[in-house]
């Protein structure tokens, strides 16, 4: 089964600063990537995924991932921090179903703060 | 404008009621998919349909029913018979071959 770890429920940054949201995964097969952003009581917007190809993923907002299979790892980065980018952020892989579609796996989510 | 749209945005339900979730997409997508939010639990999978007339249990059907009677709409329904319903209800979707699932902006479901 696949499986998702978020490494730290709540992250805290100055803004300005980097942001760095760590996600690792679990898969038997070459995993498709996601992660996603949640505004308070709002759905989920998609950030940035990996399928194949370039292992450096560039997303909407600044944001970036890097694929990194000997890690098993998809962390999201972003340089500079601003106050607009407080929010809950998913890590997800996906199982292609059998008949069409996928399953997504989630993380538990990471909620990040931007100081002043 | 395309999207997926979710009513209510806030639900209540008394004790022993059914209630039904509304999710309608005008994306053209085939399939659609239904997750329960809960704080510090990420999203999990209740139901999922890929084709009009045919739907498959998530993770945790137990206490909740669907229909995919056109391809616009997947509806939920969460029966008397799931004794802790309050959470945020997600419903999404994705094309056939697609990778990539798109979001509603969710139900909130309080118990009375």
């Known amino acids: 089964a696949q499986s998702v770890t978020q490494l730290g429920s709540h992250v805290s940054v100055s803004e300005g600063a980097l942001v760095l949201l760590r996600c690792n995964y679990s898969s038997s097969v070459p995993p498709y990537l996601f992660w996603y952003v949640q505004y308070p009581n709002q759905g989920l917007q998609l950030l940035l995924k990996?399928?194949?190809?370039?292992?450096l993923v560039k997303g909407i907002n600044g944001f970036e991932a890097e694929f990194k299979k000997s890690e098993t790892s998809f962390h999201l980065t972003k340089p500079s921090a601003h106050m607009s980018d407080a929010a809950e952020y998913f890590c997800?892989?996906?199982?292609?179903?059998?008949?069409?579609?996928?399953?997504?796996?989630f993380g538990t989510g990471t909620q990040l703060k931007v100081e002043l | 404008d395309g999207g997926i749209t979710q009513s209510p945005k806030y639900l209540f339900r008394k004790e022993g009621q059914n209630v039904t979730l509304s999710c309608e997409q005008n994306l053209n997508h085939d399939a659609m998919y239904w997750y329960r939010q809960d704080p510090g639990q990420g999203l999990r999978l209740i139901y999922y349909?890929?084709?009009?007339?045919?739907?498959q249990k998530g993770d945790i059907a137990e206490g909740y029913s669907v229909s995919r009677e056109k391809k616009e709409s997947f509806p939920l329904t969460v029966t008397s018979a799931q004794k802790n319903p309050t959470a945020f209800y997600l419903c999404?979707?994705?094309?056939?071959?697609?990778?990539?699932?798109?979001f509603g902006p969710g139900t909130r479901l309080l118990v009375l």
């Open positions: 997800a892989v996906s199982d292609r179903l059998t008949g069409g579609g996928n399953k997504l796996t």
């Open positions: 990996y399928t194949t190809g370039a292992t």
């Open positions: 999404a979707s994705s094309t056939y071959r697609g990778e990539t699932q798109y």
């Open positions: 349909s890929q084709i009009v007339n045919d739907f």
